[in-house]
């Protein structure tokens, strides 16, 4: 599939596709539609059975119950048991979904991810023309929860790689690990696998009435203690079945694993899911010792911070005025067709084969500050665009070789501005190639800093046109 040939592009779905089933907890029957989604939506969901129609976004910042699942909630609104289709989705490499839902909670289906794989490969996977951003984790961030003796870390890594280990002190289930070295195996190795919980918790739910849609065919349920026949006739009315039982410890209704180590991997699978919340695509190896879904986003927001925090800065370019430039003002102009008042390129201070660094110094004597804010100077965010379009231009006729050239925007994505540019500061244009350039289309992530902060960031397309001789 086209998510599995280019991870640096995002992706959505070639057409909706829908579900339906019962939400395990609540007991509703619901419909749950994947819709496709343009570049930079992510994965967001909406009640359609509500007044406005809420959207509620994949976030762990919304996350308001873990107890029993992971749940979404927005003024009010909800969205129950989030987990399994989200890792559906990462599993899959769905960067943009609209999830629209006519109830309070996904449905259950078996209690793992397949079912939702299923769908997604029935609306098929389309490549989006939008580069996809992955932030890598450069120092191990951990989390502990003493009281439920939980240990996860994420530490660097050149791919998303996840562990997990679980022991619940259980004849049955013993000390079992799972592992995840890349998304490519999530679909035949993890998705299958479906939750658990032990009988005696089961019993408790059902006395409080809290898993509604609770039935043995969308979880495992491990015996391991003898099951008096009291307990097999209330459950048998309870499930409405003519026969349950448990020929010995082990499972009940005797069913089959999947994999012997079916309890680690959904466990896995719950941490992909949930970790799906941060709300950015990561490179990073997770570790989870004895993982729940509490601990899962509160890991999942450390990490959401730390790239908030420090996204930018491991690479805001710096700039010494007193090293020569690697391209001058002179280079420039006889590389790019701008002249006054449009050459908006200082100098260069840094290039390879895959980024550039440029350097504008705002003076208040700049043409456009006449009418732009007259008496309140600020740098028109478009022209902040064009010194990067032109910064960018020049490493693209420095790769294209000998000759004139002139660069032809055909795109412009993710914009944003984040601080306003005045009289005194001096910009850094930094230009990272996304792709290598074909057949003269070249796109670039683009950033403009001053003072080690964005002020502007985006991704441009051009084309490079060879100037006839």
Excluded at 381 to 402: F, K, M, P, R, T
């Amino acid at each position: 599939m086209a998510s599995r040939f280019n991870p640096d592009k995002q992706h959505t779905l070639q057409r909706a596709a829908s579900i339906e089933g019962t939400g395990l907890h609540t007991g509703i029957l619901a419909e749950l539609t994947l819709q496709p989604a343009n570049p930079g939506f992510g994965l967001q969901f909406q009640r359609t059975d509500l007044e406005g129609q809420p959207i509620i976004k994949a976030d762990c910042d919304l996350v308001t119950d873990v107890s029993r699942g992971t749940t979404l909630e927005l003024n009010g609104v909800k969205i129950n048991t989030v987990e399994h289709i989200l890792a559906a989705l990462v599993g899959m490499g769905i960067d943009n979904c609209l999830l629209q839902i006519n109830g309070p909670e996904v449905p259950i289906i078996d209690g793992s991810s397949q079912p939702f794989i299923e769908l997604i490969e029935k609306a098929g996977i389309e490549e989006q023309d939008a580069a996809k951003i992955w932030y890598s984790i450069d120092e191990n961030i951990y989390h502990y929860d003493e009281e439920k003796r939980v240990e996860m870390v994420a530490m660097p890594a050149t791919d998303y790689q996840v562990t997990t280990l679980i022991d619940f002190n259980s004849p049955v289930l013993g000390t079992q690990h799972a592992g995840l070295k890349n998304l490519r195996e999530f679909k035949k190795e993890i998705a299958p696998c479906r939750t658990f919980c032990f009988l005696h918790e089961l019993e408790m739910l059902l006395e409080n009435n809290l898993i509604k849609g609770g039935d043995v065919s969308n979880a495992i349920v491990i015996v391991d203690k003898p099951v008096e026949k009291v307990q097999l006739e209330r459950l048998k009315k309870v499930f409405n079945r003519d026969q349950i039982e448990v020929k010995s410890e082990g499972y009940l209704d005797n069913l089959e694993l999947r994999f012997p180590n079916e309890a680690a991997r959904h466990k896995l699978l719950d941490v992909v899911g949930d970790l799906a919340l941060i709300g950015y695509p990561i490179k990073a190896r997770i570790i989870a010792n004895r993982p729940g879904h509490s601990t899962n986003v509160a890991f999942a927001k450390k990490i959401k911070q730390y790239i908030k925090k420090n996204k930018h800065t491991r690479d805001v370019p710096t700039y010494d005025p007193a090293q020569p430039p690697v391209f001058d003002q002179q280079y420039i102009e006889n590389k790019l067709p701008h002249r006054y008042p449009f050459a908006l390129v200082d100098k260069i201070i840094e290039l390879s084969d895959t980024h550039i660094v440029g350097v504008k110094n705002v003076t208040f004597n700049e043409w456009f500050f006449q009418g732009h804010f007259p008496g309140n100077p600020v740098m028109p965010g478009v022209l902040q665009i064009e010194a990067l379009a032109q910064c960018g231009g020049i490493l693209a006729i420095n790769l294209s070789g000998e000759g004139q050239y002139d660069t032809y925007f055909l795109k412009i994505d993710q914009c944003k501005f984040k601080q306003m540019v005045r009289p005194g500061d001096t910009l850094l244009l930094k230009m990272e190639l996304i792709a290598p350039i074909r057949r003269g289309i070249c796109e670039m992530k683009g950033t403009v800093y001053c003072g080690g902060k964005v002020c502007a960031e985006g991704i441009l397309v051009a084309q490079i046109v060879k100037r006839a001789d």
